[in-house]
Nanobody
């Protein structure tokens, strides 16, 4: 049984930082591409960041480039999202996602339909 469990969400003021983690089980993590998505109330789920199996490939949404950093620790089966300079517009439920194949230029992990497995989400609230 595949499980993805996010942690690290919370409430911060604008300009603050949070670090999200996604602990996985039931998949061969070292071969999985990982992604982070977010969904604000009344909006569609949107791509935030993705990382390939060995961390060499990383993609970011334009809205978070330079502020967010995705990483992974294959020894711990964990993916992370470091979020700095947070803005009220970053307020959303953040989801991690996994798929059992790597990233490519044609499948860069930017669409929810590219992933097989999802976590339950963690709330991030940024106040102005």
């Amino acid at each position: 049984q595949v499980q993805l469990v996010e942690s690290g969400g919370g409430s911060v003021q604008a300009g603050g930082s949070l670090r999200l983690s996604c602990r996985t089980s039931g998949i061969i993590f070292s071969r999985a591409a990982m992604g982070w998505f977010r969904q604000a109330p009344g909006k569609e789920r949107e791509f935030v960041a993705a990382i390939g199996w060995n961390g060499a490939l990383k993609y970011y949404a334009d809205s978070v480039k330079g502020r967010f950093t995705i990483s992974r620790d294959n020894a711990k089966n964990t993916a992370n999202l470091q979020m700095n300079s947070l803005e009220p517009e970053d307020t959303a439920v953040y989801y991690c996602a996994a798929r059992s194949r790597g990233l490519t230029t044609n499948e860069a992990g930017t669409k929810p339909t590219e992933y097989n497995y999802w976590g339950q989400g963690t709330q991030v609230t940024v106040s102005s």
